[in-house]
């Protein structure tokens, strides 16, 4: 196998984006367009080098790349894209193979169409190859302009082409594969007379061309891949697609998806075979879930793992470890750090936060349990309370297994409850309790002759 090499053009401003947050770090289905492109590169070939041209904003653009061991070129000069590509010379000179060139805000492209196009390139030992596609309004790409023996001699871009160029439907993409052993010197013939003033990448086609050298195109069969996100409508656009992308694939795997149109979920969840998503969920970041889960409706899960015959409904989950045979909801919140054992129940407007609740016990209406740990089979009584902040630091509330915790009762943290206690509805405990005792917190009730 050819030795492969990988650029991404990023150094964009993206000034319709009008953001302070650099364009290829808007996120679509839940990440970076960047990282879209880097993972669809990665997962279409191996390279022996990474780079990512990046400029003004660019680090915060770097730090996302270390998630990668991808390097990176600083451009400081928006001078176009064969001025961007040449930024990654120093680092790639001498060496020969391919180079994939992709751009930063393209997170539609399939693996399999990169992969596809490198194999074509290297099949027909091309020394240009690129990713065209035909579409219905070529408006504003560059149009791709064949010669007599079917090669590409050029492209031109929708400013400087004549009417009869722009009825041309066949359009650059934007993504290349290039020779490296030809690449450099051409790259270094491109000039910027043109309506821009850009140093034109697309120009390093009709030059290698022009040399003797084989340029030529491979058409997408799907147009949609190659939208560019350009503003935060096509930001939209492009979530839009990936979101019904990532809808069908669960589909096919098993997973049945309600009402796929009010269905959020992120390109890296997992979901196992026959969970059902009901309507109006969301299911964000790197949340993982098992086989047979009902999930929804109204629900949001982020960063999350859930185990199997898991469900949850109307309910809001962070960060946490919900595990087999879970009840969630309906209207709970579980907030980070949380650990639901198995057979936990947790419902009816409850909030548990950084806390441990151990097999079968039940957190079941109105209550708020933070910074805890629960034994097995508890019983936590309507609007029980874990009092665990006292204005400047937080506290740990231990209630051991088989307590049952009558209504209403607030645990003022640090406190320790034994094993098996009974809590008296309407306590106030503020002391350790030792196991098998009952504890009563509260003025005794008095019953006096009511004054007419
Ligand atoms: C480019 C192509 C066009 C193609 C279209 C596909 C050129 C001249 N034209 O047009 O043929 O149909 O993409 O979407 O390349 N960049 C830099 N530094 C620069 C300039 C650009 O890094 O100085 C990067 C941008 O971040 C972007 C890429 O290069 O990722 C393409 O530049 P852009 O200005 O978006 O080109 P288009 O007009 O979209
Ligand atoms: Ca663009």
Redesign the pocket.
Known sequence: MNNIYGVI????EGTRMKSCLPKVLHRVAGKELISHVIECMNKATKMQKLIV?V?SGSDLVIEQLKKYNADYVF?KE????A??LLQAKNKLKGLNGQLIVM???TPLVKFETIKNLLKYHIKNKNNATVLSGIVNNPYG??RIVRNKKGDVGC?V?EKSATEKEKEIKE????IYCFDLKVLWKALSKVDNKNNKK?Y???DVIEILNKDGYKTDAVALTNEEE?L?V?DRKQLAVADEILRKRKNEELMASGVTVIDPRTTYIDSDVVIGQDCIIKPNTIIEGNTKIGKNCIIGPDTTITDSIIKENVFITYSYIEESKIETGVKIGPFAHIRPQSVLKENVKVGNFSEVKKSVVKYGSKINHLSYIGDATIGKNVNIGAGTITCNYDGKNKFKTIINDDVFVGSNVNLVAPVNIGKKVLIAAGSTITDNVSPNKLTIARARQIVKVRKK
Do not use: F, M, W
């Open positions: 053009l990023g150094a964009g041209v400029g451009q928006r001078l176009g894209s001025h961007a751009c930063g805000d790409y560059g492209i871009e359009i650059n993409s934007g850009e034109y990448l697309t190659i560019g350009n």
